[in-house]
């Protein structure tokens, strides 16, 4: 049985093949049934959620992922995601891999993001801006860099000192990034603004959106959440990864289709359908697209196994 570390499995997903295992996966075939998603109080902090995802591809693979999210463990230096994930054969049970679920959760989010991008954002776009500087904000950079021949990048966080290490990082990488002091003036800027915080209140406003813009969602993913306001939502083409996941579960879509200011037949299309060309992504250019990401088991189980298949090559 294989057991891969954090560093074995960011090496185990090079973004181009993990684009590719989930565009596939997406395609058809897998099988996925309803997470479970509970709430864990935290005594004097923020409640954590425990997530507990399966999904399995008949007679091939079977996987779960056991993640917990503790959004106060900045207070403690720590991630504020932490998982494993046990992949298994889909024809005897057997347990092929333990896979680090943090590293698999966050690359396989950026990948899923960008392969959203290349259906949604315009092929023109230049310049990136990250919302957040947690865990996602560096892999979301490398993916979207993947499927847009992106330029700039512009990393803002509530936290400037963060930020400004982030923007480090993607710089000893090769790419040309800086930290964004004003938040407005950085989005109306932007091509690709992509959010990955853990929000309850509105960052991004609809008014600072430009015409070709395309916002990507990622980081609220309680009803209670949200990063963006109802202008934006109301402003935008609607693109979700799940129906299922992102109208029960996205605060940035749950509370205006609560409030009355869109409604369910507002959503364009999920990925899968984008991905078979059963829908269409944007419509023009001028179009500004908005893709709701709550994550999907699906998502894990396509980096699972390319992770395992990948190691098993020996070249971890």
Not at 38 to 46: F, H, I, N, S, W
Request: proline residues 4%; hydrophobic residues 45%; contains cysteine.
């Amino acid at each position: 049985m294989l057991v891969l570390d954090e560093q074995q499995t960011s090496r185990a997903l090079p973004w181009p093949e993990l684009i590719g295992a989930i565009e596939r996966i997406f395609a058809g075939g897998c099988v996925v049934p309803v997470r479970h998603h509970l709430d864990v109080a935290v005594p004097g902090e923020r409640d954590a959620t425990l997530l507990m995802m399966p999904a399995w591809i008949p007679g091939e693979y079977i996987g779960v992922k056991l993640l917990s999210v503790f959004p106060d463990n900045h207070l403690r230096s720590l991630p504020a995601i932490f998982g494993t994930y046990l992949l298994s054969s889909g024809k005897t049970g057997e347990m092929l891999a333990v896979i680090e679920g943090g590293e698999l959760t966050a690359r396989r989010t950026a990948a899923t993001s960008a392969l959203a991008a290349r259906y949604l954002a315009r092929e023109d776009a230049e310049e990136m801006l990250v919302v957040g500087t947690g865990r996602l904000s560096l892999n979301l950079i490398q993916a979207h860099a993947v499927t847009r021949p992106l330029k700039r990048f512009r990393v803002w966080g509530r936290n400037g000192e963060k930020a400004a290490a982030i923007v480090a990082e993607a710089r000893a990488l090769g790419y040309d990034a800086s930290v964004a002091a004003d938040l407005e003036a950085a989005s109306r800027r932007a091509d690709l603004i992509s959010c990955c915080t853990l929000s309850n209140e509105p960052l991004i406003r609809g008014a600072w959106l430009k015409p070709g813009a395309h916002l990507d969602l990622v980081g609220a993913f309680k009803p209670s959440m949200r990063e963006t306001d109802d202008e934006a939502v109301s402003r935008a083409e609607i693109f979700v990864d799940t129906r299922a996941g992102a109208l029960s579960e996205g605060g940035d879509l749950v509370q205006p289709l609560n409030a009355g200011v869109i409604g369910e037949s507002d959503i364009r299309a999920e990925l899968a359908e984008l991905v078979r060309g059963d829908a269409k992504g944007r419509s023009n250019a001028s179009a500004i697209t908005l893709f709701k990401s709550v994550g999907a088991a699906l998502e894990d189980l396509a980096g699972a196994v390319l992770a395992y298949e990948y190691a098993s090559r020996g070249k971890t």
